[in-house]
Nanobody
Framework: QVQLVESGGGLVQAGDSLRLSCAAS????????MGWFRQAPGKEREFVAA????????YYVDSVKGRFTISKDNAKNTLYLQMNSLEPEDTAVYYC?????????????????WGQGTQVTVSS
């Protein structure tokens, strides 16, 4: 059973940066395409970014392009999300997810495993 544990969230000011980490156990991230999703209060969980199994290809929702970078370190079995120029609209619980298969997916239902989430709060 694959377990994903996110860390790195916190309270920051607009314009600051954070790096989220997602440590995997019970499986190797090399075998998975992975993604980050977020859920703001009163809203549905939404796609943020995804990366393919090798880390060579990534995809972002328009609202974070140029500010967020997804990456994975297969040797450390860890997924990352570097978030720069944070905005109050980025406030949400951030979840990492993993899916069998090699390709990037943006829909929640495509993912097989989920972490418990980490809170990111951006003040104006």
């Amino acid at each position: 059973q694959v377990q994903l544990v996110e860390s790195g969230g916190g309270l920051v000011q607009a314009g600051d940066s954070l790096r989220l980490s997602c440590a995997a156990s019970g499986g190797t991230v090399r075998a998975f395409a992975m993604g980050w999703f977020r859920q703001a209060p009163g809203k549905e969980r939404e796609f943020v970014a995804a990366i393919n199994w090798s880390g060579g290809s990534s995809y972002y929702v328009d609202s974070v392009k140029g500010r967020f970078t997804i990456s994975k370190d297969n040797a450390k079995n860890t997924l990352y999300l570097q978030m720069n120029s944070l905005e109050p609209e980025d406030t949400a619980v951030y979840y990492c997810a993993a899916k069998f298969g090699l390709t990037i997916e943006t829909t929640l239902g495509a993912y097989d495993y989920w972490g418990q989430g980490t809170q990111v709060t951006v003040s104006s």
